[in-house]
């Protein structure tokens, strides 16, 4: 979730703390002095624009390798957070057992093997439609999930009690096994487009996938192109305070960022053509980056 979180939060700091650093040099006539005595601005800001690079390159990785693999990590472990294990089972406690049953263990014996059945005296309940079943069994056990996302639980040397509720009909069956299976399942992680990599994104028809690549695809470039522009908006005369600077910036990363989140539904919602989708956030950012060097204000 950090991984997740850091490609907002880096972009974020440094485009504030650049403001502010700018800010406060030129504030206190620093920068001024470097000037006067034939340091060119273009000089000054050529690490910074470096710098830049840098944290866009940093971002890159974050959103292109970083995110998908973070989400996948996510996912696998929400769904083993949703499986049931006999390793897991406390004596005496109901679980919900794959939506379909609830079970109840007298006791659990932790020293049994791992294929072998741990849970002992165990009851369970299923409703389906008008009819409720009860089962007791000596034992049960539970199976890992397999490769084709079923899991298995299985009761041995038991009774199925099978109660009409419409009717008020009964029956009871005695059985020496009683295997319940799970619906084959889809993983979140393998089906979600936040864990697809790059190529397939781009490669898909369907227009949330769009949006994902195109989220991860504009993030860095944005990230550099917010530097550029906090670099010319740390640019304030001798003295001047730094304050409406930063709310400046402030406000403009609102709209930047909430602009990308409105971008990124529309192509979403197909209410906005993948081309150029988000895409047309860059030549906006250039246009401005071009505006503010053109700006006596800020020179």
């Given at each position: 979730r950090d991984?997740?979180?850091?490609?907002?939060?880096?972009?974020?700091?440094?485009?504030?703390?650049?403001?502010?650093?700018?800010?406060?040099?030129?504030?206190d006539?620093?920068?001024?002095?470097?000037?006067?005595?034939?340091?060119?601005?273009?000089?000054?800001?050529?690490?910074?624009?470096?710098?830049?690079?840098?944290?866009?390159?940093?971002?890159?990785?974050?959103?292109?390798?970083?995110?998908?693999?973070?989400?996948?990590?996510?996912?696998?472990?929400?769904?083993?957070?949703?499986?049931?294990?006999?390793?897991?089972?406390?004596?005496?406690?109901?679980?919900?057992?794959?939506?379909?049953?609830?079970?109840?263990?007298?006791?659990?014996?932790?020293t049994a093997p791992a294929e072998a059945p741990r849970l002992l005296r165990v009851c369970a309940a299923q409703r389906e439609g008008d009819?409720?079943?009860?089962?007791?069994?000596?034992?049960?056990?539970?199976?890992?999930?397999?490769?084709?996302?079923?899991?298995?639980l299985e009761f041995q040397d038991g009774t199925l009690h099978e109660l009409g509720t419409a009717d008020g009909s009964r029956r009871v069956t005695a059985f020496a096994s009683l295997v319940y299976q799970t619906n084959p399942g889809e993983s979140r992680r393998a089906l979600h487009r936040r864990t697809q990599p790059l190529g397939k994104l781009l490669d898909s028809d369907l227009a949330k996938d769009r949006a994902e690549a195109q989220w991860r695809l504009t993030l860095p470039v944005v990230t550099f192109l917010i530097g550029m522009i906090a670099i010319r908006l740390g640019h304030v005369r001798p003295l001047q305070s730094t304050y409406d600077r930063l709310a400046l910036g402030i406000a403009m990363?609102?709209?930047?960022?909430?602009?990308?989140?409105?971008?990124?539904?529309?192509?979403?919602?197909?209410?906005?053509?993948?081309?150029?989708g988000l895409y047309l956030l860059v030549p906006l950012l250039i246009a401005f980056w071009f505006m503010l060097t053109r700006m006596s204000a800020f020179t």
């Open positions: 991984l997740i979180a850091l490609q907002v939060i880096l972009p974020s700091a440094f485009f504030l703390s650049m403001i502010m650093a700018q800010g406060a040099w030129h504030r006539r620093e920068a001024y002095a470097c000037y006067a005595n034939g340091i060119a601005p273009e000089r000054v800001e050529r690490p910074l624009i470096v710098l830049a690079a840098l944290i866009a390159l940093v971002v890159a990785g974050l959103s292109l390798g970083a995110r998908p693999w973070s989400y996948q990590l996510a996912y696998t472990l929400e769904e083993r957070m949703t499986e049931l294990s006999s390793d897991v089972l406390q004596s005496g406690t109901f679980y919900r057992w794959s939506d379909q049953l609830v079970l109840r263990a007298d006791a659990v014996d932790a009819s409720f079943r009860i089962i007791r069994a000596a034992r049960a056990h539970i199976s890992a999930i397999g490769a084709d996302r079923r899991q298995t990363y609102d709209v930047i960022f909430n602009g990308v989140n409105l971008l990124t539904s529309a192509v979403e919602q197909e209410q906005l053509a993948s081309t150029p």
